[in-house]
């Protein structure tokens, strides 16, 4: 079964601080991982990583897949009290046809004080 | 385009009761999907489509029921509610290709009491 992790589960910052989220995955014949902000309701697309693209940057938002280790950093400098949200973690396989199960990690949750 | 659409936004059903979930989508999406998240988890596949007529279970099935009629809309039926299946339930859609960028909806939040 894929397994995804993340961490930390939450994190509290400041305005201006750079955060560091983690996720780490266990998955058989892995194809891509993708990252996801949830603020109030829908969550919304940022990133897809794969092994021909390993790393996406977004104006403060940056992704690294370290394929070696099995995980991904999301890095978001700068942060605003715009940017606090739950942060979700998914991956796919190559199975056929459905790369496009998502599994989802539990989310970190990103508090911006101002 | 309005996206993915969800109705209704919040619901409250009896142990038994069922209920239809409503979404709809109008750009054209051929695959479809249904998650549900519990407070503090990730999103669990319960059913996803890969276009009209052809529904398949996903990581968490039981207490639940698609169809897929049309392309725009894909209802999930809950047939005799459960306070296990109190969540918050997400549609999502995505093209064939580049289908792991998914399109969610805003969610209907359910509670079984």
């Known amino acids: 079964e894929d397994k995804v992790v993340q961490s930390p589960l939450s994190l509290v910052v400041h305005e201006g601080d750079t955060v560091t989220l983690n996720c780490s995955y266990e998955?058989?014949?892995?194809?891509?991982l993708l990252w996801y902000k949830q603020e109030k309701k829908a969550p919304t697309f940022l990133f897809m990583l794969?092994?021909?693209?390993i790393e996406k940057k977004s104006g403060r938002l940056s992704s690294i897949l370290d394929k070696k280790e099995l995980s991904s950093i999301l890095n978001i400098t700068a942060t605003q009290t715009g940017d606090s949200a739950i942060y979700l973690c998914a991956v796919t396989r190559n199975s056929g046809g459905s790369n496009y199960k998502l599994t989802f990690g539990k989310g970190t949750l990103l508090t911006v004080n101002p | 385009n309005a996206g993915v659409t969800q109705t209704p936004k919040f619901r409250i059903l009896k142990i038994g009761q069922s209920m239809t979930l409503q979404c709809a989508q109008d750009?054209?999406?051929?695959?479809m999907y249904w998650y549900r998240q519990d407070p503090g988890m990730g999103l669990k596949l319960i059913y996803y489509?890969?276009?009209?007529?052809?529904?398949d279970k996903g990581e968490v099935p039981n207490g639940y029921n698609v169809s897929r009629s049309t392309t725009e809309d894909f209802p999930l039926r809950l047939e005799l509610a459960a306070p296990s299946q109190t969540s918050v339930y997400f549609c999502?859609?995505?093209?064939?290709?580049?289908?792991?960028?998914?399109?969610f909806g805003p969610g209907t939040r359910l509670l079984v009491l």
């Open positions: 794969t092994s021909s693209g």
């Open positions: 999502a859609s995505s093209y064939s290709t580049g289908r792991e960028t998914q399109y």
């Open positions: 489509s890969v276009g009209a007529g052809i529904t």
């Open positions: 998955v058989t014949n892995f194809r891509s």
């Open positions: 750009m054209n999406h051929n695959y």
